[in-house]
């Protein structure tokens, strides 16, 4: 997607290596028209999936995933949980994932009566790194008896793993833009 690609060599910002920080436009400041085009896109790669929910992981993916649902005739958006609380329902489906970002593991929770076998879900996030925010939210969907139709990510970072053990599992996936490397704050995109 043309449109991201430009937006993240002008607005994003290489740290290190391995670190974007796209944080004025996708995960802490909202660019609400490319996020629109960015539902559009997701919509045009899964419209023939039959999905009937999305699913994604509190707190940047929940934007993503609600702007995509409103293009497949506004079905639901169910986000994992990452912290208890006293009005969450008890009987929960859980998964623990780990956090390139932020280096560290934590619990994710849906509650039982949003997800159930009848459903084709779409994961909708934004970045895909060592793919384990996949597989966490894979491991409810398979818990519910329900079907992964597929994930759609904002941005994958193709000199990581995640992509590839996805892939190699069979798992449909839609990535807007793929980073080839990031090397002296300069950005390669794959082709």
Do not use: C
């Not at 449109?3 to 290190?16: M, S, W």
């Not at 005739?73 to 623990?96: C, G, H, Q, R, W």
């Not at 849906?110 to 996030?125: G, Q």
């Not at 994958?156 to 892939?167: A, H, L, P, S, Y």
């Amino acid at each position: 997607m043309n449109l991201l690609k430009d937006k993240i060599l002008t607005d994003g910002h290489a740290i290190g290596s391995n670190i974007l920080k796209v944080d004025s436009f996708l995960n802490h400041q909202i660019d609400v028209k490319l996020l629109d085009e960015i539902g559009k896109v997701f919509y045009e790669r899964f419209k023939e999936d039959r999905i009937t929910k999305i699913l994604t992981i509190e707190a940047s993916g929940i934007a993503l995933a609600v702007i995509t649902a409103q293009y497949f005739d506004n079905i639901p958006v169910v986000f994992a949980k990452k912290t208890e609380s006293l009005n969450l329902d008890k009987d929960l489906y859980t998964s623990e994932v780990y956090s390139f970002t932020k280096n560290k593991s934590y619990k994710i929770m849906v509650s039982k009566k949003y997800i159930n076998s009848t459903d084709r879900i779409l994961i909708i996030d934004d970045f895909l790194a060592n793919g384990k925010a996949i597989l966490g939210l894979k491991e409810i969907i398979d818990q519910a008896n329900a079907t992964l139709a597929g994930a759609g990510i904002v941005i994958e970072k193709g000199f990581q793993e995640g992509g590839d053990i996805i892939r190699d599992m069979g798992i449909k996936i839609e990535s807007l833009a793929i980073i080839d490397s990031i090397e002296d704050g300069v950005v390669t995109f794959k082709n």
